[in-house]
Each structure stands twice: as C-alpha cells, then as structure tokens.
C-alpha cells in the first residue's frame, strides 16, 4: 500500500470512528450525551500523549501545583473536555435567549452594542468551559459575526463540524495566507465583526509571556482592531458545576492605543490579553484547554517541569 493510500485508509478509519461517536451521543439527550463523553474522557484521556502535555502545562502555569493537586485537576479537566465533546450536538438544546436557557448572560447590554449596528468588533476569547457556547450567544443575539476557526486535518470530520455549526447559526472561516486577512479586513470594512481565539500558540505571532514564559501569540485580532479602529470585545465561558449549565461573561471592551505606531500598539494589546487570559484560566482551571503545546518544550525544560 503506498503512502497516500495508507494515509487515505487511516483518515477514512478516524472518519468512521468519530461518525459512529458522533451519531451515539446524538442519539441521547443533552445531560446523557455531556455526562457519557466526560465518562469516556476520562477513560481514555490519561492514556494519551496529550495527558503528558497537560500536565507539563499546568506544572508550568502553576509551579506550586501539588501532585496530588495535579491529578484531581488533570481528572477535572478530562471531564470537562468530554462534556464538550458530548454537548456539541446539542447546542440547539441550549435554548439561548429562552425562558429555559442552559445559558445565562452577563453584559448582555454590551454584547447588544453590536446588533443591528454597523460598528464591528473583533471579538476575542479562549477554550474555556465549552468554547462553542460563547459563538452560538453571538450569533443568537444578532450580531452579525464571522467565527475564524481551524479546520480539522480529516476533511470528512471538518465538514460533520462545520454543518453542526451551522445548524446554530455560527458562520465558519478558516483565513488562509494573505488572503484570508484580507476577507477578514473586507468583514469589519462592511461593518461585520469577526470572533477569534486567542489562546493557543500560533507560530507566526509575536513573542509575549503568558504565565512569565515566552510563546508565540497570535496578533492578527489585535492587528485587525488596530486597521480599524475597532473594540477588541472579550468574552468568557464557564461551567456551573458538573453539568450542561453555562455562564458567559461579556466585559468591556480592551481598547487599543491608536495614536501610538501599530507594532507598539500591537505588542502592548498581545501582552493585555495574556494577562487576562491567565486571569480567567485561574478562575477554573480544570475548564481551560490544557492539552494545546502552548509553550515550546525549552520552556518546560527550563522550568524543570518534565519528569
């Protein structure tokens, strides 16, 4: 079998595997389908070689970290992950803006400032609790909004993922090389906002500390904001207790400092939204994305971190 066939058989396998998950948990309510995935993660996720990362991680982020505390957080955090993965079919379920909401808005009269309204925002958050809340509430309410995501390697999950976006409403871009900054600058020219994460490493950002270690962070959102003067508009998710309950936290705004030169601007925005990353993430730990390779291996070595 020759390599492009092998790789072909192996994304067909994963493609069938995560359909015949997908199609279980669909099969379920939303509280049996949240509490089987944080059942299966749980099994499965210490096995992984993401489970190493995480915990590399969080050593980094919280270097008092005890390992009994360790591995309470790391259980939590396998939980969480598995309620994501078993809430995503269900987001209609949520029933956003009903009188029997699973979702409950704080700073709803921010988030209103862009309905209707052609003042855009880049809206900018990270993988908190369910990520997919926070685009779903956007969209809900009105806003007229463009989420840039990154596609899944397997073309046949990718597309199961951005027709489940769909069905709530949430538009999907994956911005691609220069073009892909030029749709989105053409998005905000319109008068539409666009929602990015801004959590994750991203090779061709800037170098910023987050938790007083260098990564790359990405810069396009606060490049966008820059271009067009723009509010960067954050937004939070979390948990209420072990179950599909969520809070969104809508803050006020960040805005830049436009009359200073763009990449002193951009450097300071970057460092900004680290920091209030790192604040929420300490909020609830056990609810952030800990199995991204945030920071590069040096930065574990050097802090000692790596059994």
């Given at each position: 079998?020759?390599?492009?066939?092998?790789?072909?058989?192996?994304?067909?396998?994963?493609?069938?595997?995560?359909?015949?998950?997908?199609?279980?948990?669909?099969?379920?309510?939303?509280?049996?389908?949240?509490?089987?995935?944080?059942?299966?993660?749980?099994?499965?996720?210490?096995?992984?070689?993401?489970?190493?990362?995480?915990?590399?991680?969080?050593?980094?982020?919280?270097?008092?970290?005890?390992?009994?505390?360790?591995?309470?957080?790391?259980?939590?955090?396998?939980?969480?992950?598995?309620?994501?993965?078993?809430?995503?079919?269900?987001?209609?379920?949520?029933?956003?803006?009903?009188?029997?909401?699973?979702?409950?808005?704080?700073?709803?009269?921010?988030?209103?400032?862009?309905?209707?309204?052609?003042?855009?925002?880049?809206?900018?958050?990270?993988h908190f609790a369910n990520w997919?809340?926070?685009?779903?509430?956007?969209?809900?309410?009105?806003?007229?909004?463009?989420?840039?995501?990154?596609?899944?390697?397997?073309?046949w999950v990718d597309d199961t993922?951005?027709?489940?976006?769909?069905?709530?409403?949430?538009?999907?871009?994956?911005?691609?090389?220069?073009?892909?900054?030029?749709?989105?600058?053409?998005?905000?020219?319109?008068?539409?906002?666009?929602?990015?994460?801004?959590?994750?490493?991203?090779?061709?950002?800037?170098?910023?500390?987050?938790?007083?270690?260098?990564?790359?962070?990405?810069?396009?959102?606060?490049?966008?904001?820059?271009?067009?003067?723009a509010p960067l508009q954050t937004?939070?998710?979390?948990?209420?207790?072990?179950?599909?309950?969520?809070?969104?936290?809508?803050?006020?705004?960040?805005?830049?400092?436009?009359?200073?030169?763009?990449?002193?601007?951009?450097?300071?925005?970057?460092?900004?939204?680290?920091?209030?990353?790192?604040?929420?993430?300490?909020?609830?730990?056990?609810?952030?994305?800990?199995?991204?390779?945030?920071?590069?291996?040096?930065?574990?070595?050097?802090?000692?971190?790596?059994?």
């Amino acid at each position: 079998m020759t390599v492009g066939r092998r790789e072909s058989f192996i994304k067909r396998l994963e493609s069938w595997a995560f359909h015949a998950y997908w199609h279980r948990i669909s099969a379920m309510s939303l509280d049996q389908a949240s509490n089987a995935g944080a059942r299966f993660a749980r099994k499965l996720g210490p096995f992984t070689s993401a489970h190493q990362t995480a915990r590399y991680n969080m050593r980094l982020a919280m270097p008092r970290i005890t390992r009994a505390e360790e591995r309470e957080l790391l259980d939590a955090m396998w939980d969480n992950l598995g309620r994501v993965v078993g809430e995503f079919p269900h987001l209609s379920a949520m029933h956003f803006f009903e009188h029997n909401s699973r979702v409950e808005i704080e700073g709803l009269n921010i988030l209103d400032r862009y309905v209707g309204a052609k003042n855009p925002g880049v809206f900018i958050s990270g993988h908190f609790a369910n990520w997919e809340v926070m685009p779903a509430a956007i969209v809900k309410r009105g806003v007229d909004c463009r989420v840039t995501y990154r596609p899944a390697n397997n073309i046949w999950v990718d597309d199961t993922i951005v027709k489940a976006r769909a069905d709530y409403g949430v538009r999907l871009f994956a911005p691609k090389g220069p073009s892909g900054g030029v749709s989105l600058m053409r998005i905000l020219a319109k008068g539409g906002s666009v929602a990015m994460m801004n959590d994750q490493k991203y090779e061709t950002g800037v170098e910023a500390p987050f938790f007083g270690h260098l990564c790359k962070t990405a810069d396009g959102p606060s490049r966008l904001a820059y271009r067009f003067k723009a509010p960067l508009q954050t937004m939070t998710v979390a948990r209420l207790g072990a179950r599909a309950q969520f809070k969104v936290e809508v803050q006020e705004p960040m805005l830049m400092a436009f009359d200073t030169p763009i990449d002193d601007a951009v450097q300071a925005s970057v460092l900004r939204i680290n920091q209030f990353i790192e604040t929420q993430i300490l909020k609830a730990p056990e609810q952030w994305f800990w199995v991204h390779a945030r920071w590069p291996k040096k930065a574990w070595q050097d802090a000692g971190v790596i059994d």
